[in-house]
């Protein structure tokens, strides 16, 4: 892995009204790195996650991706959000519209590239995740595990320079974790550069290069999975692995 | 019932439904597009359309239709200027269009607003997030959705809008209630007749109506 940061924030805050969300938060991700946010609710792991592509505004520090700020608005924005793929705890696929118009939308609309070409690249996504002989039906149609899993295929399809994963396992029955886990650590072999905010610390031990942990809106401490699991340098942390690892 | 076997008279009730139908029909496409241009100004993140939309609600939903309708002809037309054509008759039909579209547009409107409400807010955000701009994000995943949660209230909005067609009547355009005033002048007998023959005609007509955008409001539906 090159050490080239592809993703810097640098003192970012956030406030919700009176509730402070984020407090100073300083994280780089570098080229192809996987890192695993983890963290108890509310610690702010979701929010940091939105702030990446802007789908959440900061109030003050700076997030710098492939080397320029984040867009405010527009144009140029929207241009930023095309090169990060984001996926949802909730899925969000378009519901009115069939598997694979969900995925060639973003290329053919976005991107002005040709149906022919935007279809041949969302089938072959849609083979990769496993749900090629589904392309035809509407979302509600799928199982969660599936509906998930194309949300990943919608987002490969942009050709994204780094992905988010908003907690993609959270709202899916325990038996369709494994399947889209399995998607999220081949991406993350291929070396695609991942954030993923998520319970799974399996998964976090497995496929993620460093590990993030944050409570109350700070980010407590960062080491690669082996250190941060054996050996947690935070009461914090300390206190946290001890409630999710006991069971 | 003896008054409609004269062909006059027949001819008379013909052409005043004809036009109702007239009315209806371009006010519906107006009143569609104009409510859809609305709604999308009354969720535009410009201050300044916002309050446009919301202004036009406001007027023309807190109006009543007859005072439009005479502003058109009394305002637009006679003291402002606004002509459509140089025949009297196409003009006040087009005066009237003008009116009723304006009008209804307001509860188009609305009932857009209220189906881009029931649209989940992570569509939004997913489109956002793959870089779909503000417009393409309404015009390919928000209106698609909302339109389709609003195909029944739009069913009663176009009943609506056909009944209260006969209003064009207060200018003079020739439509089914002038034409039913015109026939109880001359055959005060069966006053009670030529009522049930008009009121059981928009009956007939409309019932159809409801139950077409109900089966369509059923198909359309967007299932999550």
Redesign the interface.
Known sequence: MSHEPLIVLDAVNKWFGDLHVLRDVSLTVDRGEVVVVIGPSGSGKSTLCRAV?R?ETINSGTIRFDGKELPAEG?SL?????????V?Q???????MSILDNVM??PV??RGESKAVARERALALLDRVGIANQADK?P?QLSGGQQQRV?IA??LA?QPKAMLFDEPTSALDPEMVGEVLEVMTSLAKEGMTMIVVTHEMGFARAAADRVAFMADGQLVEQAPPAEFFGNPKSERARDFLSKVLQH | MDVFSDPANLQLYIDGFLMILKLTGASTLLALVLGLLLAACRVSPVPVLRAFGAGWVHLFRNTPLTLVILFCFFGLYSAVGVEFSDDLHINNYWLAVTGLSAYTAAFVCEAIRSGINTV?L??A?????????FT?NLR??IL??AM?SVVAPLGSIVIALTKNATIAGVIGVPEASNSMKTLIEARGDQTIAIFAVFALTFVALLVPVGYGFSALANRLM???
């Open positions: 592509n789908l144009r929207a241009k930023l959000r095309s090169e990060v793929g984001m949802f909730s899925f969000n696929l378009f519901a009115h939308l973003g609309k976005v509407l509600v949300a919608r987002a942009m | 989940p992570g569509q955000e997913a489109a956002r997030a793959l870089g779909l701009t393409q390919l995943i698609p959705q389709r967007v299932r999550r």
